[in-house]
């Protein structure tokens, strides 16, 4: 929300909301003395990945505008790269400000759960949503991260690449990657361990519930918050994204319940992951920007569901409430950027931007 200003979700189902009152991120923006330039597209309501779903159209990549900049937050981090601004703020509830960061070749921040207030942003996931920057470079994420959570520290300075140690998220998260993604993130990781970076492969034993743990909480609380409109204005919501509201509101109370306690046993996996180094990595986007309009995209020789893939590297640390970065780290034959996914402890997003700074 921006005061004065419509808050429209990219959707027709909120026409004529004009917000009273700025969220929090916005007054602390403004009390920064931050300019801000306008608002941008979205994938409808932030449930998608593509931000082909919208009342306002498309947003384009703007390195190839037959191809998606990545979503929900398409527009953010297109405004972005464009150069139209220095920085953009996003939401993040199953990768949707890492995705299109990656997709763009910047740096996304999508902070510890609950670090950066999200009163007055609309939601989609009440357990699972985040607010942060978009930006180009870490030292700006830092700023930007400072600002909205509303407190300024001093930052730890960046740390020397040598003796830090990562742990290599395998197997679940190495399996399905694009080549030209694939030999990106290999290429960086062999420019860390030339600096003195110590690689050690890690696992999470239940990666193969993540994505029915994610859909079973986030499509429940969506249908929730918008129950009303689904009975009153069904028509007005894009077709997609009507249909996976609709989908949430079958989902059975002991499903949900169930999910909530696989979140608990993803969490603790997690931790139990970081145990013994100081972050984890990983690709954030398995594949690079997808082209508009495409619905599968074909990897090691089998035709997957884009969603699917662009959501499947980022939605477990939303799930759990861990920061995580992305940081540019190469680009495919294509040329098409690729980012890298750095995680770390619960309520640790500082030690973790002074770690993706030695790392960038």
Same mark, same amino acid.
């Given at each position: 929300?921006? !005061?004065?200003?419509?808050? +429209?979700?990219?959707?027709?189902?909120?026409?004529?909301?004009?917000?009273?009152?700025? /969220? +929090?991120?916005? @007054?602390?923006? !403004?009390?920064?003395? %931050?300019?801000?330039?306008?608002?941008?597209?979205?994938?409808?309501?932030?449930?998608?990945?593509?931000?082909?779903?919208?009342?306002?159209?498309?947003?384009?990549?703007?390195?190839?505008? $037959?191809?998606?900049?990545?979503? @929900?937050?398409?527009?953010?981090?297109?405004?972005?790269?464009?150069?139209? #601004?220095?920085?953009?703020?996003?939401?993040? +509830? *199953?990768?949707?400000?890492?995705?299109?960061? &990656?997709?763009?070749? =910047?740096?996304?921040?999508?902070?510890? =759960?609950?670090?950066?207030?999200?009163?007055?942003?609309?939601?989609?996931? +009440?357990?699972?949503?985040?607010?942060?920057?978009?930006?180009? @470079?870490?030292?700006?994420?830092?700023?930007?991260?400072?600002?909205?959570?509303?407190?300024?520290? &001093?930052?730890?300075?960046?740390?020397?690449?040598?003796?830090?140690?990562?742990?290599?998220?395998?197997?679940?998260?190495?399996?399905?990657?694009?080549?030209?993604? $694939?030999?990106?993130?290999?290429?960086?990781?062999?420019?860390?361990?030339?600096?003195?970076?110590?690689?050690?492969?890690?696992?999470?034993?239940? /990666?193969?519930?993540?994505?029915?743990?994610?859909?079973?909480?986030?499509? @429940?609380?969506?249908?929730?918050?918008?129950?009303?409109?689904?009975?009153?204005?069904?028509?007005?919501?894009?077709?997609?994204?009507?249909?996976?509201?609709?989908?949430?509101?079958?989902?059975?109370?002991?499903?949900?319940? !169930? #999910?909530?306690?696989?979140?608990?046993?993803?969490?603790?996996?997690?931790?139990? %992951?970081?145990?013994?180094?100081?972050?984890?990595?990983?690709?954030?986007? $398995?594949?690079?920007?997808?082209?508009?309009? %495409?619905?599968?995209? !074909?990897?090691?020789?089998?035709?997957?569901?884009?969603?699917?893939?662009?959501?499947?590297?980022?939605?477990?640390?939303?799930?759990?409430?861990?920061? #995580?970065?992305?940081?540019?780290?190469?680009?495919?034959?294509?040329?098409?950027?690729?980012? %890298?996914?750095?995680?770390?402890?619960?309520? *640790?997003?500082?030690?973790? =931007?002074?770690?993706?700074?030695?790392?960038?």
């Amino acid at each position: 929300d921006v !005061r004065g200003v419509a808050t +429209t979700a990219a959707s027709r189902v909120r026409e004529g909301h004009v917000a009273a009152a700025d /969220a +929090t991120s916005v @007054s602390r923006l !403004r009390a920064a003395g %931050a300019v801000l330039v306008g608002k941008t597209n979205l994938h409808e309501f932030a449930l998608g990945t593509t931000n082909e779903d919208s009342a306002f159209g498309p947003a384009r990549h703007p390195l190839d505008p $037959a191809r998606s900049p990545g979503g @929900s937050s398409g527009g953010s981090a297109a405004s972005v790269l464009a150069g139209m #601004a220095y920085a953009s703020i996003g939401s993040d +509830t *199953g990768g949707s400000i890492r995705i299109p960061s &990656a997709a763009c070749g =910047l740096v996304g921040l999508k902070p510890t =759960l609950g670090a950066v207030p999200a009163d007055g942003v609309v939601p989609l996931s +009440t357990t699972m949503d985040h607010v942060g920057p978009i930006c180009r @470079s870490v030292e700006d994420a830092q700023l930007l991260f400072d600002v909205l959570r509303g407190e300024a520290l &001093a930052a730890a300075p960046p740390r020397v690449p040598r003796g830090i140690r990562l742990g290599l998220l395998r197997p679940y998260f190495m399996a399905l990657l694009d080549s030209g993604i $694939a030999d990106a993130f290999e290429a960086a990781c062999g420019r860390l361990r030339s600096a003195g970076v110590e690689f050690v492969d890690v696992a999470i034993p239940h /990666a193969g519930d993540i994505a029915a743990v994610y859909s079973h909480i986030a499509l @429940s609380e969506a249908a929730a918050y918008h129950a009303a409109t689904l009975d009153q204005r069904a028509d007005a919501y894009t077709p997609n994204v009507r249909l996976r509201l609709e989908m949430g509101r079958y989902i059975l109370a002991e499903d949900y319940v !169930r #999910a909530l306690r696989g979140r608990e046993v993803l969490t603790a996996e997690v931790d139990a %992951a970081l145990d013994g180094v100081d972050a984890l990595v990983l690709p954030t986007l $398995a594949i690079p920007a997808p082209a508009i309009g %495409a619905e599968t995209v !074909r990897i090691a020789g089998s035709d997957e569901p884009v969603r699917n893939v662009m959501l499947r590297l980022t939605q477990l640390f939303n799930i759990t409430g861990h920061p #995580a970065i992305t940081v540019p780290c190469g680009s495919t034959p294509e040329g098409l950027p690729a980012g %890298a996914q750095i995680v770390g402890r619960v309520a *640790g997003d500082l030690p973790l =931007l002074s770690l993706a700074r030695a790392l960038e």
